[in-house]
């Protein structure tokens, strides 16, 4: 069984271009989220979804951020326009059951903005 | 808040070495606890999870953990440590419930021959 797959694995781009991050969560996986690591900090939360509704976006850091899930499969993550802090680690992870019990993590996208 | 705390940002041990990796939590409910290992190029991986009963688990890849309550703690150690076992450890907590994880800053463990 394929486990969470991200899209693409590295990406460096001009501040205020616009990039897309692509999640394919594990087949079957209703919940899907999105983490990001900031170099040195702390992973944390972005967002949360229910087959294709937002279920929490809470940790979303601004406007900038867009994220979809269009039929409840594949997620992606937009940054636009891109600033140097949004450098960092982007990781997705699903899950067959809401909640902390048991999440699959992708291997993140390195999102570098210069 | 909900917050894990990962003291020890670098650790280097000698391969056959013991091991112990330190996390502290502060969390408002009942906790989950989780350890995930991230070798290079490679997603994050659960080791072990404390959800309730004995507060020795045990993990993959030869890991244990122990929660202790009073201490808000929850250490991962290896008896012997291997060469593989170089990478970034993170400790995170959650809920049952709840919608999301709350991690440590991580933990590098280098592993000199």
């Known amino acids: 069984e394929a486990g969470v797959t991200q899209f693409p694995s590295h990406s460096v781009i001009e501040k205020g271009q616009t990039v897309t991050l692509r999640c394919d969560p594990i087949?079957?996986?209703?919940?899907l989220y999105w983490y990001r690591r900031v170099m040195g900090k702390e992973i944390k939360f972005l967002l949360h979804?229910?087959?294709?509704?937002?279920?929490?976006e809470s940790g979303m850091p601004n406007n900038r951020f867009l994220a979809e899930r269009t039929g409840g499969t594949y997620s992606t993550l937009k940054v636009q326009p891109a600033e140097l802090e949004d450098s960092g680690v982007y990781f997705c992870?699903?899950?067959?059951?809401?909640?902390?019990?048991?999440?699959?993590f992708g291997q993140g996208t390195r999102l570098t903005v210069v | 808040a909900q917050s894990v705390t990962q003291p020890d940002i670098h650790i280097t041990v000698s391969e056959g070495a013991s091991l112990e990796l330190r996390c502290n939590y502060s969390?408002?409910?009942?906790?989950?606890l989780f350890w995930y290992v991230q070798s290079p190029g490679q997603g994050l991986q659960l080791l072990l999870k404390y959800f309730s009963g004995d507060t020795l688990v045990q993990g993959i890849k030869g890991f244990e953990a122990e929660f202790k309550r009073s201490q808000s703690s929850f250490n991962l150690r290896k008896p012997s440590v291997h060469w593989s076992d170089a990478a970034e450890y993170f400790c995170?907590?959650?809920?049952?419930?709840?919608?999301?994880?709350?991690f440590g800053t991580g933990t590098s463990l280098t592993v000199i021959p």
């Open positions: 995170a907590v959650g809920a049952f419930t709840g919608n999301q994880f709350y």
């Open positions: 992870a699903s899950s067959q059951v809401r909640g902390s019990t048991e999440a699959f």
């Open positions: 087949s079957g996986h209703d919940n």
């Open positions: 979804f229910v087959k294709e509704s937002k279920q929490d």
């Open positions: 969390y408002g409910a009942t906790p989950y």
